[in-house]
Every structure is written in structure tokens, then in C-alpha cells.
């Protein structure tokens, strides 16, 4: 038996209303960020960026607190669009970001050119911001991160609109950089990839309405939906006593079934539950 | 039938994107690729968006090179980007546009309502386009797209930007549209290839450089994954993936390397020893 890593970010029912009359897009969210990288999931509104936003400190929360249980909050966020300024080259802009850090010139040196080599900016670290691509953009705010001495990253949607391979290289560098010891070691980052949370996350918080339905290991997830996910070899009739959160069809397989109850009908065939299962059941079962 | 026949394609002249490029579609087809090869510009060639166009392009037998009045009756098309009016609501621009494709107004209504209510939009009907978040507007602009009765389907990127739920919503609803009439898919979501049950074709260097079955595409991987503990970062390989316990790595190799473990491939693996095997003949030309 382990005893449980230390959190470096803990939330204590967190609240955010962004007008006084309107209502709360992020509501009594307690929960703690361990080391490790975690996925933040959730339906379009849910008010992921909002959270993140509220974790690095850029909205001020309207009910609860933000803290790191072990010192002074230092959460570093990168936005889904990242912005460049346009006249500084990639290097110039690391050096400038290090040397707000207060750090000595070798280590802030030794920093930037390790940055740029990991994120593979090299290539472009002389040319200026204005003419970096959208991947590169991305990079380079990523490497912006790894100069600062941030304990935790926020990053909202790294992978949206990238191509597949795009979206490995952005977990390799995500992977090799966190092998670092002198990086962060926690990492919160938006998704509305499944597959990314099953390959590469150790955690997940799922985020509905504003409220946190499920916050785990990703296995865990999975197990929600543990006895009620099944195969049928044929279409199944409207019946009073099945309710089903969702039927489909799979090639060769026959129907996918994740049914409300946990009770088979004679012809269904156990399956393993997955993390869309899991993620369905949470978000269904447990809202009504 | 869907027919790319010796095509030369590109924005600006002498300057192509696709170079004699060939591809017949009989059937539903799902294309993926690395971006920037040209699968949107693949999709918008048949719409007639593409300036520069030598070559031979039919939809059933019709010659469409430089008709795009006529491709555009057999053809339905959803752009990458939401393009849509902002100033109506969604029931009146899902009720117009079905109302120009010639159906009554009673009918038109009947179906556009029908249409939003399957991709979840029935809560916003009566709520003007320039409201909606990013991800309804892409299913106000697949509802349009849909609702036309048009041979084909051209959809380029359809869940881009779309929740996990409204992911599968759309992907069934384009899958059930292959049973009346062919569906052509852009896509960057490997997920998508073993979900929509379709042909699928890798495009790269101006080439089809995989067609076949998911599972066919699955099957080319076997014997070339393998799982390895992690004793160096980064890793010495040219393709790896991080795996989630952060103490072992996927990697993607010819034969069996040293200390490594082989692991069942999945469609994705598939789909990346694809993209890794095509980059290695470049550079042993």
C-alpha cells in the first residue's frame, strides 16, 4: 500500500458566476491535481476553460478557493489559440520569459536552448513570431511553459485540429518533457478525445454543467459502467422493462448495448466496459 | 460513382497540389492523411472551388470538369469551416434551404424539424445562427448538408470541434446516410475509420498510398508494434508513443528490436505504420 502523492493544486468548492444576474458556469468543484498528467472531459459548455482558467488565476472565483496544499500556487496555462508577438523571434521571447522568472543568466541560457530543442523550434528560432505556423505557435507557447518554474501546466485543447500524427508528437513532447526532473509534474489538459484520455492519461475529471461528475484514474472510469455493458446478436424491441442508454451496431461484433440496468436479457453476451461507456453512464445515469 | 481521372490540381497555376492524381469512388469512403496533402482540396474539386483543374472529373458518368452548376445538383457538401448565415434562425435557414431543393413548405418544415431534432438542435430552433456555440453550428450546417437530397455527401471534417457525445450522434447519422447514397469523409480522427465501417484511403505525397478495410489497415501493423520499458528520453526511434503507466513506450519497427515485447495492433497503429513505412521509401529513393 502507497500513500497518496501529494496534490499541487487543490480546489475547495470553486464557484464562478461571470455576471451577477447569470448563472454559475462552474459550480462547487472541489477537487485535488496530482502528479501525472490528467484529463479534463466533459460536453461542449461544460465550462472546461472557464475551470482552467479559474486554476491559473485569470478569473477571480466568485464562491471557493484555488491553492497548492504545498506552497505558492504556480499554475502555467496555455490558451487553444496561443498568441505570438509578432516582431520577437521564438528565442528572444523564451529569454524574455526566463528572465521574468529570476533566474541566473547560465540557468536561463541553459533553459531556452533546451526548450527549443525539445519542441523542436530550432529550425525557426530566429525567425520572427509573425511568421510561425499554427503547430509551431503551439510549440512554442508549450516551451514557454517549460522555461517558467510553474508546479502545474493548464492546456486547453492542445489537439484540436491536428492532423494524427501531430497529435503523437504533441504527447511525446509532452511525455519527454515531463520525464524532466526540473519540469512540472502535474498536467491538466482539455480533450474531447476519448482515445487520447485512454492512451496517454493516468486521471480524468469529468466536467457536466459546471459540476464535477467523476474525478479518478481512468480505469476507474471505465468500471463505472461495469455489469451493464453488453453485446446483442440482434436489434432489441421496445420493452417497458429495458431502457438502454445507447444501441449500436458493430460490424461483425452485432450490437453494442450499455443498458440503465444491470440486468441482461437471456440473448446478451457480457462485454468489457470502455471509457465511452463509462463516460456515457456518468454523464446519463447519474444526471437524472 | 465518383471519378478523379488525371488530375492535376492547385490554387495557383503550374503551382499543383495533387499531380496526376487518380481515384475512383464507387461505394462510401472514408479519407485520412497527414495535413496539408489535399483531402479537403480533394472534396472542394468536385464543387468546383479549385481555380486550377486539369483532367478529368464525373460524378456518375457526367463530366463535371468546369460545371460545378451541374456537380452541385448531385453533390451536397460540408465545408471545414462553419459557413452560415448569422442573422436567422436555425429553423428558417434548415426550412429555406429545403424549401429551394423544391419541396412544399409543410413538408420542408416537417423535415427540417425532423432533421434537428435527430442531431440535437431541437432546443434551438427558433435562436438566431450567430448565437449558437461553435459546435452547434457545425450540426446546423451538417443538418443543411444532410436534408439535401443529393447523390453523394461530400463532408469534410464533420466532428471537428464536437463533443464526445455529438461525435457519435453525427457518426451515425452519416453512417446510416451510406445505406441510401454514398458518403465521402474527410477526416483527422482515427477513431473514425473502424466507426464508420467504410472504405478508407490514406492520401500522402499526392498519392493513395492505402485502400482497403479498417481491418485490412489494422493487419498491416502486425508483427511491427511493440512495447519497451522506457531507458532513455527521448527515445531512440523514429515513430513511438508514449503509453499511459509513463513506463514503457509503443514503438513501430520492421522486425522485432532487443528487450522488446510485441503488442496486437489497433486500427490507429495501422494507420501510422502507414505514414512511417511511405516517409522511409522517400529516403531510400
Not at chain 1, 486521471?203 to 468500471?223: C, N, S
Not at chain 2, 492535376?8 to 503550374?14: A, D, H, K, P, S
Not at chain 2, 448531385?74 to 448565415?85: E, K, V
Request: aromatic share 8%; with cysteine.
Amino acid at each position: 500500500m502507497t500513500t497518496e502523492p501529494a496534490a499541487l493544486i487543490e480546489t475547495r468548492r470553486l464557484s464562478f458566476r461571470p455576471s451577477r444576474s447569470g448563472a454559475m458556469t462552474v459550480s462547487d468543484v472541489s477537487f485535488k491535481l496530482y502528479p501525472g498528467v490528467t484529463a479534463l472531459i466533459g460536453p461542449n459548455g461544460a465550462g472546461k476553460t472557464t475551470l482552467l482558467r479559474l486554476l491559473a488565476q485569470l478569473y477571480l472565483p466568485t464562491r471557493g478557493q484555488v491553492t497548492n496544499p504545498k506552497g505558492r500556487l504556480r499554475a502555467a496555462y496555455v490558451p487553444q489559440f496561443p498568441g505570438v508577438y509578432s516582431g520577437l523571434t521564438p528565442r528572444q521571447f523564451l529569454w524574455r520569459t526566463a528572465l521574468w522568472e529570476n533566474m541566473s543568466w547560465t540557468d536561463a541560457q541553459a533553459r531556452v536552448s533546451l526548450a527549443l530543442a525539445h519542441m523542436r523550434l530550432e529550425s525557426v528560432a530566429d525567425q520572427k513570431g509573425k511568421n510561425l505556423n499554427d503547430t509551431e505557435r503551439r510549440r512554442l507557447a508549450l516551451a514557454a511553459v517549460f522555461v517558467q518554474t510553474a508546479s502545474s501546466v493548464l492546456i486547453d485543447e492542445p489537439t484540436a485540429s491536428l492532423d494524427p500524427t501531430q497529435r503523437v508528437e504533441f504527447w511525446q513532447d509532452l511525455y519527454t518533457w515531463s520525464q524532466n526532473p526540473a519540469s512540472p509534474t502535474a498536467y491538466l489538459i482539455t480533450t474531447h478525445h476519448l482515445s487520447e484520455v485512454d492512451g496517454y492519461c493516468q486521471r480524468v475529471i469529468l466536467l457536466d454543467r459546471g459540476r464535477v461528475r467523476f474525478d479518478g484514474a481512468v480505469a476507474d472510469l471505465k468500471e463505472c459502467a461495469r455489469g451493464r455493458t453488453f453485446w446483442s446478436d440482434r436489434p432489441i424491441p421496445d420493452r417497458p422493462d429495458v431502457s438502454l442508454f445507447e444501441l449500436s451496431w458493430s460490424d461483425g461484433d452485432g450490437y453494442r448495448v450499455l443498458s440503465e440496468r444491470p440486468h441482461p436479457l437471456p440473448s446478451w453476451q457480457h462485454r468489457l466496459p470502455t471509457l465511452w461507456d463509462g463516460y456515457l453512464f456518468e454523464l446519463r445515469g447519474r444526471s437524472r | 460513382m465518383l471519378e478523379w481521372s488525371q488530375c492535376t490540381i492547385g490554387y495557383r497555376e503550374n503551382v499543383p497540389i495533387l499531380d496526376q492524381f487518380s481515384l475512383t469512388c464507387d461505394d462510401s469512403a472514408i479519407i485520412v492523411g497527414p495535413s496539408g496533402v489535399g483531402k479537403s482540396t480533394l472534396l472542394a474539386t468536385m464543387m468546383g472551388l479549385v481555380p486550377y483543374v486539369k483532367g478529368h472529373l464525373r460524378v456518375g458518368q457526367r463530366e463535371v470538369n468546369g460545371l460545378p452548376q451541374i456537380s452541385r445538383q448531385y453533390l451536397s457538401y460540408l465545408p471545414a469551416a462553419n459557413l452560415l448565415p448569422l442573422d436567422v434562425t436555425v429553423e428558417e435557414y434548415l426550412t429555406e434551404l429545403a424549401r429551394i431543393d423544391g419541396l412544399s413548405w409543410s413538408s420542408a418544415r416537417r423535415q427540417a424539424l425532423a432533421m434537428a431534432a435527430r442531431l440535437h438542435l431541437a432546443e434551438v430552433l427558433t435562436r438566431r445562427i450567430r448565437w449558437l456555440s461553435g459546435g452547434m453550428k457545425r450540426r446546423t450546417l451538417l443538418a443543411a448538408a444532410v436534408l439535401k437530397p443529393a447523390e453523394w455527401l461530400m463532408v469534410d471534417q464533420a466532428t471537428a470541434g464536437l463533443d464526445p457525445e455529438e461525435q457519435r450522434t453525427v457518426l451515425d447519422l452519416l453512417q446510416a446516410e451510406t445505406q441510401s447514397r454514398g458518403v465521402l469523409m474527410v477526416t483527422q480522427e482515427l477513431d473514425e475509420l473502424a466507426q464508420f465501417q467504410k472504405r478508407v484511403l490514406i492520401l500522402m505525397d499526392g498519392n493513395i498510398i492505402f485502400d482497403g478495410s479498417s481491418e485490412d489497415l489494422r493487419d498491416t501493423a502486425r508483427g511491427h508494434v511493440f512495447q519497451r520499458a522506457l531507458d532513455s528520453t527521448p527515445p531512440p526511434f523514429d515513430f513511438w508513443q508514449p503509453l499511459p503507466n509513463h513506463t514503457a513506450i509503443k514503438v513501430y519497427q520492421h522486425s522485432i528490436p532487443k528487450g522488446c515485447q510485441a503488442i496486437a495492433p489497433e486500427v490507429e497503429d495501422g494507420y501510422f505504420w502507414q505514414i512511417m513505412t511511405t516517409k522511409g521509401r522517400d529516403h531510400d529513393d
